[in-house]
Nanobody, 121 residues
Framework: QVQLVESGGGLVQAGGSLRLSCAASGTIIKVNAMGWFRQAPGNQRELVATITSDGNTNYADSVKGRFTISRDNPKNTVYLQMNSLKPEDTAVYYC???????????????WGKGTLVTVSS
C-alpha cells in the first residue's frame, strides 16, 4: 500500500518561509512526477509545482520566484521551499505522486491528506 505523508505546515507571518516535505511510503519501484497542489477555502484545488523523476520542474505563475520544489528520488520524497509567503498562499497543501509503479500497482496516482499553511498579514 502506497501512502503519502506531508509535514511542515503551520502558521507564519507574511514575508516568512516554510518548508514542506512529503514522503511516499510502501514498496515503490518508481514514481514519475511528484508535486504540490493547494486548496483555499471556497476555491478549487490548484497546481503549485511539480517535478519529474529527472528533475524537470513546473510552477504556477503565482509562486514563480518564491517557491522551489525539489526531490530525493531514492527516498521518494518531495520538498517545497516557500519563501516570501503572502496571505493569499494560505491553503491546505496536498502532495501528489503520479504514475506510481509498485507491486500490483502500475500507473496510479496517489494523494496525501494535506497540511495546512496559514500566512498572517
Amino acid at each position: 500500500q502506497v501512502q503519502l505523508v506531508e509535514s511542515g505546515g503551520g502558521l507564519v507571518q507574511a514575508g516568512g518561509s516554510l518548508r514542506l516535505s512529503c514522503a511516499a511510503s510502501g514498496t515503490i519501484i518508481k514514481v514519475n512526477a511528484m508535486g504540490w497542489f493547494r486548496q483555499a477555502p471556497g476555491n478549487q484545488r490548484e497546481l503549485v509545482a511539480t517535478i519529474t523523476s529527472d528533475g524537470n520542474t513546473n510552477y504556477a505563475d503565482s509562486v514563480k520566484g518564491r517557491f522551489t520544489i525539489s526531490r530525493d528520488n531514492p527516498k521518494n520524497t518531495v520538498y517545497l521551499q516557500m519563501n516570501s509567503l503572502k496571505p493569499e498562499d494560505t491553503a491546505v497543501y496536498y502532495c501528489k505522486a503520479e504514475e506510481v509503479i509498485a507491486p500490483m500497482v502500475v500507473g496510479l496516482d496517489y494523494w496525501g491528506k494535506g497540511t495546512l499553511v496559514t500566512v498572517s498579514s
